[in-house]
C-alpha cells in the first residue's frame, strides 16, 4: 500500500488548531483557541482537494478544545465543548452571523476535554473530574464520577449503556450506565485518549509517550506501541484498521499490527488531534494554526512542487532545546552517524553538521530524512514559512479595498524601522506610510525587539489596518500603549518547574497536574495562587520559575492579599534572574485593566522600586551579559511605561520623580541600543506631559550615540 503525502493545507484560524471531525469526504470541521469552530468544503468536482470553502461555524466566549458530530438520524448536529464548561450544537449548515445555537448542555463545571457522539447520545468529559452522557436537549442520562482528577477522554464500548474513560489519574474505567466497574492503572503518565477499535479493543495514549492497546473483554494488556518522544494527544482509526496518533513531538505515526509503518513529521510545535475522512484519508489540526490532510490515494495527493515544498519546510523547521529532552550537546555525533542505518521506522537521530549546528533526522523509507534543525527556546515556536524563510509573524495588509492584502513578514530579532522600509519599497508605496507601518508591527508584535518570540500571543490576521490613510503618517510620540512582557512558553516553565519541584519538601512541592491543567486552561486565578506559594515557601534559589508564573498571570487576575509582597521580595534578590522578573511583573501590572493603573499612581511607588539595589544591579560588572540585558531592557519598559501613564492622566506627583530617576538610569542602561531606544522614548513622552532642559539634556546624551533612524526620528519630534 502507499504511504501517505500532503494532500492540502488549510489555513484560516489565528491560532492552535485543537480538534478536528469529518462531516463527509468532502466536510473538515475545525475547533481552534481562537474560540471558533469552522467548517471546510471541498468541490468534489476538483482532482485534488483543497477545501477552500470555509465558514464559521460557531464563535465560543473562550477557546474550543473538542468536536463531535451529532447524527441520531433525524438531524445532525456539530457539537463543540471547551473551558468555558459548555457544550453547543450548532448545525452544520448554517453561519456564526444566523445565530445558530441549536442547543447548549449546560453542567459541567470545568473545561469540557472531549466529547464523542452515538445515535441519540452524547458523551463527554472534563476536568471537573466527571464524564456525563446528555440527550441533546441537555438532559443528563449518566453522570460517570470516579476519575481522582481531570478525565481527558471517553468512548462508547459496544454493548448498551457502556462507556470507557481516561485521565489524569493514570487510568482507563469501565462503565456500566453509572456504575463503574474496571479499573485500570494503564499508563506512567496521563492518559489522553482512549478509542475503541473495529473488533472491541481498546486503544489508549498517554503523556508516557505510549500507545497501548488492551483487549476488549479481559481488558487484559495486548501490546504496547512505542515510537513517539514525547506526549501523544490523539489517536483514531482508518477504515482499513491502521491506528494513527499525534502529540508533542511535531510527528503523527500509523500503526499496522504493532509495529509503526509510516511517521509523518509537521512544521510546528505539537499536532493536537487527528482524525479519519471516510476514505482514509488522515485530517490533523496544529499548534501552528493549521489544518493539514494527508492522503494515500494518488489522485488526492498534492502536486510534487507543493510536497516537496512541505518536505523542505520540514527540513529547515525549527525545534525548541527544551523539547529535545535531556539530550547531551557535547556528546553529539557528526554526520557521519547517519552512515549507520536506523532500527525502526520514525527513528529519530540528532547530530551535528559541519558547521555544529544541531540537525534532527528522521529514519524514513530506509534512509536518513531531515526533519528540522535545533533552535533557542525562544525562537521555536510556531515559525511560519514564508517563500521559503521562516518567520515569527506574516502579517495581512489591506491597501486597497477589493484587492488581496499584501504580505508583511516580520521576526522579533528584525528592525522594525528596516523591514517597514523594505516592504514599502518592495510593494511601491509612498514612504508617508513608515511611521503608520512602524507602529503596526510594534503594535501587533509588541515586545518582539526585546529578543523575545510572541508566540503564544495570537498571531493577528489584520484586516482593514490601513484603509484610512493619514497624510504623512502617524506620530511616534507620545507613546500611549504601554509595552508588556506577555510570552508563555508553557514547555520551558513546565520543565523548569518539575525539575526544580522535586527539590522541595514534601509539604512544599505542588501536583504537578494541578500546574499542567492551569497552564493549559489559562486559569490565571489558580496559576497567581501556585505562583504565591513557589515565591513564599520554595527554596529561596530554586523560586524564579514563581515569578514567571506571576508574570503571566498578574494581568488577568483580581490583586488578592498583599501582592507586592512577592515583588518587593524579588527587587531584594541576590539573583539578578529574579530582579529582572519582578521588573516584567510590574510591566504587565499597568495592562491589569480593573487595577493596574490606580495601583501604580501611588505617589510613593517609586521610591518602593527604584532602589539602590536594583541601580547597583544593572551596573553590577558581575552580573553576565545574558542577564544583564534582559534587565536592561525590562527596566527601560518600566520608565517607558510610567511616562505612558504620566502623560495620560497628566499626572503630576510621578512626574519629578520620573525626572530624577531617568537621570540615574539613562547613564547606566546607554550600553544598550534597544534599551536606550525605549529610554529615549519614554524621555520623548514625559516630555509630551512637560518639558524641560533637563529631559532634553537627557535625550541628547542618548542620540550622540545612537544615529538610527528609529533615534532621529523620535528626537525630531522632541523639537
Known amino acids: 500500500m502507499s ?12 491560532d492552535d488548531v485543537r480538534c478536528v471531525a469529518s462531516l463527509s469526504n ?31 461555524n460557531f464563535k465560543a466566549e473562550r477557546f474550543i478544545n473538542c468536536l463531535a458530530i451529532y447524527d441520531d438520524g433525524q438531524q445532525r448536529l456539530i457539537a463543540s465543548g471547551g473551558n468555558d464548561n459548555l457544550i453547543n450544537l450548532t448545525s452544520p449548515y448554517s453561519t456564526i452571523n444566523e445565530g445558530n445555537t441549536s442547543y447548549c448542555l449546560v453542567g459541567h463545571t470545568a473545561n469540557v476535554s472531549s466529547l464523542q457522539c452515538k445515535d441519540r447520545y452524547i458523551l463527554s468529559t472534563s476536568w471537573d473530574g466527571t464524564a456525563k452522557v446528555w440527550t441533546k436537549i441537555g438532559d443528563v442520562i449518566y453522570n460517570l464520577k470516579g476519575h481522582k482528577g481531570p478525565v481527558w477522554g471517553a468512548s462508547f464500548l459496544p454493548g448498551k449503556d457502556t462507556f470507557v474513560t481516561c485521565g ?31 473488533n472491541g479493543d481498546i486503544a489508549s495514549c498517554s503523556n508516557d509517550s505510549t500507545v497501548k492497546i488492551w483487549d476488549g473483554k479481559t481488558y487484559e494488556l495486548k501490546s504496547v506501541l512505542s515510537g513517539h518522544e514525547s506526549f501523544v494527544y490523539s489517536i483514531c482509526c482508518l477504515p482499513d484498521g491502521d491506528i494513527v496518533s499525534c502529540g508533542e513531538d511535531r510527528t503523527i505515526r500509523v500503526w499496522r499490527s504493532g509495529r509503526c509503518i509510516q511517521t509523518i513529521t509537521v512544521p510546528c510545535v505539537s499536532v493536537w488531534d487527528v482524525t479519519s475522512l471516510p476514505n482514509g484519508d488522515i485530517v490533523a489540526g496544529s ?38 529532552g535531556n539530550v547531551n550537546m557535547e556528546k553529539l555525533c557528526g554526520v557521519n552517524a547517519l552512515k549507520v542505518n536506523g532500527k525502526t521506522e520514525g527513528e529519530l537521530k540528532i547530530v551535528k553538521d559541519e558547521s555544529l549546528v544541531v540537525v534532527l533526522y528522521r529514519w524514513d523509507e530506509n534512509k536518513w530524512i531531515k526533519v528540522g534543525k535545533m533552535v533557542t527556546s525562544s525562537g521555536s515556536d510556531r515559525k511560519i514559512m514564508y517563500n521559503g524563510l521562516s518567520y515569527d509573524y506574516v502579517f495581512d495588509i489591506d491597501v486597497e479595498d477589493g484587492k488581496p492584502p499584501l504580505k508583511l513578514p516580520f521576526n522579533v530579532s528584525d ?24 507602529d503596526f508591527i510594534m503594535k501587533n508584535a ?31 510620540l507620545p507613546q500611549q500603549n504601554y509595552l508588556t512582557f506577555k510570552k508563555v512558553n508553557v514547555a520551558q516553565i513546565m520543565k523548569g518547574f518539575k525539575k526544580l519541584n522535586t527539590d522541595q519538601t514534601e509539604e512544599n512541592r505542588i501536583d504537578p497536574r494541578e500546574m499542567e491543567m492551569a497552564l493549559d486552561g ?9 505562583a504565591f506559594q513557589i515565591i513564599l515557601n520554595w527554596k529561596t534559589n530554586t523560586n524564579l520559575v514563581g515569578y514567571d508564573l506571576l508574570r503571566v498571570a498578574i494581568a488577568e487576575i483580581n490583586p488578592f492579599g498583599d501582592i507586592f509582597t512577592p515583588i518587593r521580595k524579588g527587587l531584594d534578590s541576590k539573583q539578578p534572574a529574579v530582579i529582572m522578573m519582578c521588573v516584567r511583573i510590574l510591566c504587565n501590572i499597568f495592562s491589569a485593566s480593573k487595577w493596574g493603573e490606580q495601583t501604580l499612581m501611588d505617589p510613593n511607588i517609586l521610591d518602593v522600586i527604584f532602589t539602590s539595589k536594583l541601580s547597583a544591579t544593572v551596573q553590577n560588572e558581575k552580573t553576565s551579559n545574558k542577564q544583564k540585558r534582559p534587565l536592561s531592557v525590562a527596566v527601560a519598559t518600566l520608565l517607558l511605561d510610567f511616562s505612558v501613564l504620566i502623560n495620560k492622566f497628566s499626572f503630576g506627583p510621578l512626574y519629578q520623580k520620573s525626572v530624577e530617576i531617568y537621570d540615574e538610569y539613562t547613564s547606566l542602561l546607554l550600553d544598550d541600543e534597544e534599551s536606550s531606544y525605549r529610554l529615549l522614548v519614554g524621555i520623548g513622552t514625559l516630555c509630551k506631559y512637560r518639558q524641560t532642559e ?15 533612524e528609529r533615534f532621529k526620528m523620535v528626537q525630531q519630534e522632541m523639537k
Open 3 to 14: 504511504r501517505f503525502e500532503l494532500s492540502t493545507t488549510l489555513s484560516g484560524h489565528e
Open 26 to 56: 468532502n466536510e473538515i470541521v475545525s475547533g481552534s483557541r481562537d474560540s471558533t469552530v469552522k467548517i471546510w468544503r471541498n468541490d468534489s468536482k476538483q482532482r485534488t482537494p483543497n477545501f477552500d470553502d470555509c465558514v464559521m
Open 168 to 198: 489524569a489519574d493514570k487510568t482507563i474505567r469501565i462503565w456500566e450506565k453509572s456504575r463503574l466497574v474496571k479499573t485500570i492503572i494503564a499508563h506512567k503518565d496521563v492518559v489522553r485518549d482512549v478509542l475503541v477499535l473495529p
Open 287 to 324: 499548534s501552528d494554526s493549521k489544518i493539514r490532510v494527508f492522503s494515500r490515494s494518488a489522485e488526492r495527493k498534492a502536486s510534487k512542487e507543493i510536497i516537496s515544498s512541505f518536505k523542505k519546510e520540514v527540513a529547515e523547521s525549527g525545534v525548541g532545546e527544551d523539547l529535545l
Open 415 to 438: 528592525n522594525p524601522y528596516e523591514v517597514a522600509d523594505k516592504f514599502l519599497a518592495d510593494n511601491n508605496l509612498p514612504y508617508s506610510y513608515l511611521q503608520q507601518i512602524v
Open 446 to 476: 509588541r515586545g518582539a525587539t526585546i529578543g523575545e518570540s510572541n508566540a503564544s500571543a495570537t498571531r493577528p490576521h489584520v484586516k482593514d489596518a490601513y484603509q484610512e490613510k493619514v497624510p504623512g503618517g502617524s506620530s511616534i
Open 522 to 530: 489559562e486559569d490565571y486565578d489558580k496559576l497567581g495562587k501556585i
Open 694 to 708: 533637563q529631559l532634553k539634556i537627557f535625550a541628547d546624551s542618548i542620540t550622540s550615540i545612537y544615529r538610527d
